[in-house]
């Protein structure tokens, strides 16, 4: 077996061993099993996108940074070979969900299934480097518990331990917003929040409580009628109607005096704000995903940070990490390393330097 080889297979290991166990005190979730020989992953990101009915599409992430030909050829073997034979990748990914789903199910006292399961395999090049990505992916119910229209998250993953390199992230729909949430998160915004490791969930953590957006109904008063030839004062009534009549044709009269005209005295339309090529810019609602990323880095002078982007977008760190792969795999945008920062910039906008 040549090197190429030999490392395939011990990612291949990695990659089976994505659960080791139930997710009860002391035990990892997809990421004690994360290094094999030379092979390691650089980041495992175990997610849960919870939907109203507590039902959640749950993932498990592996990023691996392939530093030369032997990394690329092993990871392209093991992609290779997970096309080919999904069904034996999948038929593993199952069987260990379903013991975590049982343990889950044990210590809630909530009934729990679990189905859908899946797994992809993919390269994103970026500038000087490479990752190859692996996502097993399953559909979680009863992951979260709804109780009076509040949403209880976490309670199916206590006790679970996260190394340096693995992060806990939660979602949940735009209709919800955040009440309670036990620990602290490393970070949070609309709709999500993040535990970095190395951590070891206590008692009942992670513990996330999600309510409601409030919405703001209009203050609506009710007006009693009096009846004709009860007392009711015409008089003042009809003084304020021609009250109202003549304020309103002041304010017509005004609105046109202050339009602006032709030479003809025709009244023209104001110009629409215009972008750098003198065309009408649209509004970034109208903008697909990928346009509103270029738009936003034409606007810092074609280069910014990930995180700057998410927060500029206010879209969730999976979100944005999934739209930047495929505009950098579309060639639209590219994307390199430095430090533990991703940075982003449009092609032919500078060197690397931030």
Do not use: C, H
Not at 182 to 201: A, H, K
Not at 286 to 302: F, K, P
């Amino acid at each position: 077996m040549d090197w190429g080889s030999f490392r395939a297979l011990g990612l291949a290991v990695l990659l089976l061993g994505v659960l080791a166990g139930p997710a009860t005190a002391g035990t990892t979730l997809g990421s004690d099993t994360q290094q094999i020989g030379e092979m390691e992953s650089d980041l495992v990101i175990i997610g849960a996108d919870v939907a109203e009915n507590g039902t959640a599409t749950f993932q498990i992430e592996y990023a691996i940074r392939l530093d030369d030909e032997n990394d690329t050829q092993a990871f392209e073997e093991l992609a290779g070979d997970i096309e080919q034979n999904e069904s034996t990748y999948v038929s593993r990914f199952a069987d260990r969900m379903q013991n975590t789903v049982s343990a889950a199910e044990t210590s809630t006292g909530r009934s729990m299934t679990v189905r859908d399961f899946g797994v992809t395999a993919r390269t994103s090049p970026t500038l000087g480097n490479q990752y190859g990505t692996v996502t097993y992916t399953a559909t979680w119910e009863n992951f979260a518990n709804v109780t009076d229209g509040e949403i209880q998250a976490g309670d199916a993953l206590q006790g679970l331990f996260l190394d340096e390199e693995t992060r806990l992230r939660i979602e949940w729909p735009e209709a919800y917003q955040q009440a309670t949430v036990d620990p602290t998160p490393t970070s949070s915004s609309d709709g999500e929040v993040v535990w970095q490791g190395p951590r070891q969930f206590e008692g009942t953590q992670p513990a996330l409580t999600l309510e409601p957006t409030p919405t703001t109904s209009p203050d609506l008063t009710t007006t009693e009628t009096t009846a004709a030839g009860d007392g009711l004062p015409w008089v003042p009534i009809g003084l304020l109607l021609l009250a109202l009549v003549v304020l309103g044709g002041w304010y017509v009269y005004r609105e046109t005096e202050s339009e602006p005209t032709d030479s003809a005295g025709s009244v023209t339309e104001p110009a629409e704000p215009e972008g750098e090529s003198g065309e009408p810019t649209p509004p970034s609602e109208l903008l697909s995903n990928e346009e509103r990323v270029e738009q936003y880095l034409a606007s810092v002078g074609g280069r910014a940070k990930q995180q700057e982007i998410v927060e500029a977008l206010d879209w969730t760190e999976a979100k944005t990490s999934q739209v930047l792969s495929d505009m950098s795999e579309a060639g639209e945008i590219e994307k390199f390393r430095i430090g533990r920062e991703n940075v982003v910039k449009l092609p032919e906008s500078g060197d690397e330097s931030v």
